[in-house]
């Protein structure tokens, strides 16, 4: 038999023209002799020679991992890279997936998309599509990382369903809520939320939305600012899973009727989080949302956000201003934290005084006092910015300006030669000027303090790795052509394994900045509408939130539907 003896018939009519061996021999893995040596024991024991060539150490699993792509044709899976979907996993066993060393990633209609180690075993295939009742699209992966991946995507499938059953085998109708407080560590609906939060943190989930529907309990994760679903549960655990939250979070577990905000600090993987909670009554039952804030995340520079070359000048420049203030607005979830985050970390922190106030304090850095709003002890956002004048700073960050008195406040601030930075709730960055005057702020006030104002929103950014030309249906290229794009090519995410057959991966920032030059304040102490304010504003550069996401659509880092998404602003407004 020579080196090269021919492989059985190629499966799926995937298989290159190239045998098994003769690939091994050109990428320098296998020597002639060795080949020959595991071709031989692979006719004695019938097993594959890759099992073989692995069980005599002669090559390693990603190297031969490589070989058989090329073998087989088809592509490598990146488990890091890929979003394991649910839907996927209820199609096989736990134990199924184990014995054969598989594992389900995704369902598209009726194929099964399955990660596996030999690509070529069309027995297991067969099987397969009888029990899944799907066509099985095969992707290979590397056997280690396979058994890795299957632990960490039916760690929340198992374990919940574990813990489900547990819970129904034991619960009684008859235990009293004040005696959730003495639950056991141990219990079933202990390890589900736990289960729950410990999934959602692996899988960079912002928000965990935990909703009653009539017949079942929906779990969903946000990530990169959309909503996927995680699991579904009985819909008896509604109540104990709700309570058990506002347990953590120190909230009153008698009271159903009204929504309650509170904190949960916890860790995860040895990763500090801290999560904000939320509950509200709905038709079904108590709804919670919980928002997972790592605290020891890197703080992002500037450049890493996705300003535009003059835009970032302009900011910068705001920025490193010795005093005045600067607001950054947006609605919720628009990333104005890591926008205000990164302008402190634009500050030379060893020869400032750099003091925040945020409610809560989302994540920490050094050489930053930051103050925790704390409302039982007295501390809000008002009279902690007072404390903080008292504390000789330099910069003060307010998480947000809520009311008229820490408006005022923080405008005295501004005045009094310190700089200033905050966040406002306003449409654009005109809006938030004329916010601060309906809190009956005073105009003459807010020209001499405020400097300049950002103003941002969040896209999802076209997957870097499957992105494709396209032809944008005729509603998107209607709205494209009313904001004045003029561009004739069009990206979008065809699907792929780094983003999970989403299309994308992150997000990037939309901004406009304003600064507020001479003319600007004039035409504001005159009581100039908003429009008049916006045509000079542009007049003198600005570019607004719709030029900037045309902008992002014509490099092709999004897609026009991505803007009509999330830049909701009327025609009006670019006028």
């Given at each position: 038999?020579?080196?090269?003896?021919?492989?059985?018939?190629?499966?799926?009519?995937?298989?290159?023209?190239?045998?098994?061996?003769?690939?091994?021999?050109?990428?320098?893995?296998?020597?002639?002799?060795?080949?020959?040596?595991?071709?031989?024991?692979?006719?004695?024991?019938?097993?594959?020679?890759?099992?073989?060539?692995?069980?005599?150490?002669?090559?390693?699993?990603?190297?031969?991992?490589?070989?058989?792509?090329?073998?087989?044709?088809?592509?490598?899976?990146?488990?890091?890279?890929?979003?394991?979907?649910?839907?996927?996993?209820?199609?096989?066993?736990?134990?199924?997936?184990?014995?054969?060393?598989?594992?389900?990633?995704?369902?598209?209609?009726?194929?099964?998309?399955?990660?596996?180690?030999?690509?070529?075993?069309?027995?297991?295939?067969?099987?397969?599509?009888?029990?899944?009742?799907?066509?099985?699209?095969?992707?290979?992966?590397?056997?280690?990382?396979?058994?890795?991946?299957?632990?960490?995507?039916?760690?929340?499938?198992?374990?919940?369903?574990?813990?489900?059953?547990?819970?129904?085998?034991?619960?009684?109708?008859?235990?009293?809520?004040?005696?959730?407080?003495?639950?056991?560590?141990?219990?079933?609906?202990?390890?589900?939320?736990?289960?729950?939060?410990?999934?959602?943190?692996e899988e960079r989930a912002s928000d965990i939305h935990i909703e009653p529907q009539q017949?079942?309990?929906?779990?969903?994760?946000?990530?990169?600012?959309?909503?996927?679903?995680?699991?579904?549960?009985?819909?008896?655990?509604?109540?104990?899973?709700?309570?058990?939250?506002?347990?953590?979070?120190?909230?009153?577990?008698?009271?159903?009727?009204?929504?309650?905000?509170?904190?949960i600090q916890t860790t995860v993987d040895g990763r500090p989080l801290d999560i904000r909670?939320?509950?509200?009554?709905?038709?079904?039952?108590?709804?919670?949302?919980?928002?997972?804030?790592?605290?020891?995340?890197?703080?992002?520079?500037?450049?890493?956000?996705?300003?535009?070359?003059?835009?970032?000048?302009?900011?910068?420049?705001?920025?490193?201003?010795?005093?005045?203030?600067?607001?950054?607005?947006?609605?919720?979830?628009?990333?104005?934290?890591?926008?205000?985050?990164?302008?402190?970390?634009?500050?030379?922190?060893?020869?400032?005084?750099?003091?925040?106030?945020?409610?809560?304090?989302?994540?920490?850095?050094?050489?930053?006092?930051?103050?925790?709003?704390?409302?039982?002890?007295?501390?809000?956002?008002?009279?902690?910015?007072?404390?903080?004048?008292?504390?000789?700073?330099?910069?003060?960050?307010?998480?947000?300006?809520?009311?008229?008195?820490?408006?005022?406040?923080?405008?005295?601030?501004?005045?009094?030669?310190?700089?200033?930075?905050?966040?406002?709730?306003?449409?654009?960055?005109?809006?938030?000027?004329?916010?601060?005057?309906?809190?009956?702020?005073?105009?003459?006030?807010?020209?001499?303090?405020?400097?300049?104002?950002?103003?941002?929103?969040?896209?999802?950014?076209?997957?870097?790795?499957?992105s494709v030309l396209y032809e944008p249906p005729t509603e998107e290229l209607e709205f494209?052509?009313?904001?004045?794009?003029?561009?004739?090519?069009?990206?979008?995410?065809?699907?792929?394994?780094?983003?999970?057959?989403?299309?994308?991966?992150?997000?990037?920032?939309?901004?406009?900045?304003?600064?507020?030059?001479?003319?600007?304040?004039?035409?504001?102490?005159?009581?100039?509408?908003?429009?008049?304010?916006?045509?000079?504003?542009?007049?003198?550069?600005?570019?607004?939130?719709?030029?900037?996401?045309?902008?992002?659509?014509?490099?092709?880092?999004?897609?026009?539907?991505?803007?009509?998404?999330?830049?909701?602003?009327?025609?009006?407004?670019?006028?």
């Amino acid at each position: 038999m020579s080196a090269v003896e021919r492989q059985p018939a190629g499966r799926f009519g995937l298989r290159q023209e190239k045998r098994l061996g003769e690939l091994l021999l050109e990428s320098g893995l296998l020597t002639a002799e060795q080949l020959e040596a595991a071709l031989a024991e692979q006719k004695r024991q019938r097993r594959p020679l890759g099992q073989i060539l692995l069980a005599q150490g002669l090559v390693d699993e990603k190297a031969l991992a490589g070989v058989l792509s090329l073998h087989f044709n088809v592509p490598q899976v990146d488990f890091s890279r890929t979003r394991i979907e649910s839907q996927a996993l209820a199609l096989i066993s736990e134990s199924y997936a184990r014995e054969h060393i598989i594992l389900p990633i995704r369902v598209d209609k009726d194929e099964l998309e399955l990660a596996t180690v030999d690509p070529g075993d069309l027995a297991l295939f067969a099987e397969l599509k009888v029990l899944t009742r799907k066509r099985i699209k095969p992707v290979l992966g590397v056997r280690s990382q396979i058994e890795h991946a299957i632990t960490q995507a039916y760690k929340l499938r198992t374990g919940v369903d574990r813990n489900v059953r547990s819970f129904e085998e034991t619960r009684r109708p008859t235990v009293a809520t004040r005696r959730l407080a003495e639950v056991k560590q141990d219990a079933p609906v202990v390890q589900i939320v736990d289960l729950i939060i410990a999934q959602g943190a692996e899988e960079r989930a912002s928000d965990i939305h935990i909703e009653p529907q009539q017949d079942h309990l929906r779990v969903r994760f946000r990530i990169d600012g959309v909503l996927h679903d995680a699991t579904r549960l009985p819909a008896t655990l509604a109540a104990p899973i709700a309570s058990r939250v506002k347990l953590l979070a120190n909230l009153d577990i008698v009271d159903r009727r009204h929504s309650q905000d509170g904190q949960i600090q916890t860790t995860v993987d040895g990763r500090p989080l801290d999560i904000r909670v939320g509950t509200i009554e709905t038709i079904w039952g108590e709804k919670v949302v919980l928002r997972l804030l790592e605290r020891s995340r890197s703080i992002l520079g500037l450049d890493t956000l996705g300003f535009s070359r003059a835009s970032l000048l302009t900011f910068r420049a705001l920025v490193r201003s010795p005093y005045g203030m600067i607001l950054v607005t947006g609605p919720t979830g628009s990333g104005k934290t890591t926008t205000l985050y990164a302008a402190l970390n634009e500050l030379n922190r060893m020869e400032q005084n750099i003091m925040t106030i945020e409610d809560p304090v989302e994540y920490t850095f050094e050489g930053v006092n930051q103050i925790q709003i704390n409302r039982l002890a007295g501390i809000t956002f008002a009279n902690g910015l007072r404390a903080i004048l008292r504390q000789d700073p330099d910069a003060i960050l307010v998480g947000e300006i809520r009311d008229k008195e820490t408006a005022e406040i923080s405008v005295q601030s501004a005045l009094t030669g310190h700089l200033v930075l905050s966040s406002l709730h306003a449409t654009d960055a005109v809006g938030a000027i004329y916010r601060f005057l309906e809190m009956g702020i005073e105009s003459f006030m807010v020209t001499s303090a405020v400097t300049g104002v950002l103003a941002q929103r969040l896209v999802r950014r076209i997957c870097p790795e499957c992105s494709v030309l396209y032809e944008p249906p005729t509603e998107e290229l209607e709205f494209y052509r009313a904001m004045g794009g003029a561009g004739q090519i069009f990206h979008r995410g065809n699907g792929c394994a780094f983003c999970a057959h989403t299309g994308f991966h992150g997000r990037i920032g939309v901004f406009e900045v304003l600064r507020m030059s001479d003319t600007i304040k004039r035409e504001l102490v005159r009581d100039a509408p908003p429009e008049a304010l916006r045509e000079r504003a542009i007049a003198e550069g600005m570019t607004t939130l719709r030029s900037s996401g045309l902008a992002k659509i014509d490099e092709g880092l999004t897609t026009i539907a991505e803007v009509m998404r999330s830049v909701h602003l009327s025609e009006a407004d670019d006028a």
